[in-house]
C-alpha cells in the first residue's frame, strides 16, 4: 500500500527470531560472552523473558501428503557449515510448488484465473542441523481451510538417520492480483486439493 504522506513508513513485516548461542566444537548450547552481550546491548540487556511458546501440534496426515527429495548444494550452507536459517523457507516455498503442481495448479493457471496464494504468517521450529550434500525430505499438507486461508504444513527430515530437522506451518490467504484484497477459495481449486488436506481432530488447536 502506497502511504498518503511520502516521508511515512508503512509497516510491511515484523518477525522475531529466538537464538541460540552454541559452542562451535561440540555444537552444544553455551553462555553467551559478556562481551558480546555488551556489544548488541550498550545500554544494558534486557530482562531474560520467562517461557517461551511452544510451537503448535500438527495436525495428521492425510491421505494425499505430497513428499519432495532434495540434496543440500553448497549455496545453501552458511559460514557455520550447515544449511542457513533463511534457506529452509525456500526449500519449504519449492515444496508448496510441487503439491500444487501435483494437484493440477501451476503458478501460470493461478494467474489465469486471477488469484494469488500469499503468505500471511511463517513460523519455523529447528532441530537439527543439515549439511553439504544431506538429502532431505520435505513434506507437506494442508488443513484448518476458511473462506479466503489455509494453514500449510511442513517437516523436513533427513531419510538417511530419520532426525527431524526442522517443521514449519505457514498462514496462506488466496487474493485477487487486481486488486490484492482477499477472495474466497475457489471452490474448484479446494476440490482439487482435497486429498492434501487433513481432516483435524476435534481437541487440534493451532
Do not use: C
Amino acid at each position: 500500500p502506497q502511504s498518503p504522506n511520502p516521508r511515512e513508513s508503512i509497516l510491511v513485516a515484523r518477525a522475531q527470531t529466538d537464538w541460540a548461542f552454541l559452542e562451535q566444537a561440540s555444537g552444544r548450547p553455551a553462555v553467551i560472552p559478556s562481551e558480546l552481550k555488551a556489544a548488541f546491548f550498550p545500554e544494558g540487556a534486557p530482562e531474560p523473558v520467562s517461557g517461551r511458546d511452544r510451537f503448535p501440534p500438527q495436525p495428521p496426515l492425510p491421505t494425499g501428503v505430497v513428499k519432495v527429495r532434495r540434496r543440500v548444494e553448497w549455496r545453501d550452507i552458511d559460514p557455520a557449515q550447515h544449511v542457513n536459517n533463511a534457506t529452509y523457507m525456500a526449500y519449504m516455498e519449492d515444496a508448496g510448488v510441487q503439491a500444487a503442481l501435483a494437484h493440477g495448479w501451476p503458478v501460470s493457471r493461478m494467474v489465469a484465473e486471477g488469484f494469488a496464494i500469499v503468505a500471511r504468517r511463517y513460523r519455523i521450529e529447528y532441530r537439527q542441523p543439515a549439511v553439504l550434500d544431506d538429502e532431505l525430505e520435505v513434506v507437506t499438507w494442508v488443513s484448518d481451510v476458511r473462506r479466503a486461508t489455509a494453514m500449510r504444513h511442513y517437516t523436513i527430515a533427513r531419510p538417511a538417520d530419520g532426525q527431524l530437522l526442522a517443521r514449519a506451518s505457514a498462514h496462506w490467504v488466496w487474493v485477487n492480483l487486481q486488486t490484492g484484497q482477499p477472495i474466497r477459495i475457489p471452490a474448484h481449486f479446494r476440490a482439487d486439493f482435497a486429498p492434501n488436506i487433513s481432516e483435524l481432530p476435534a481437541d487440534y488447536a493451532d
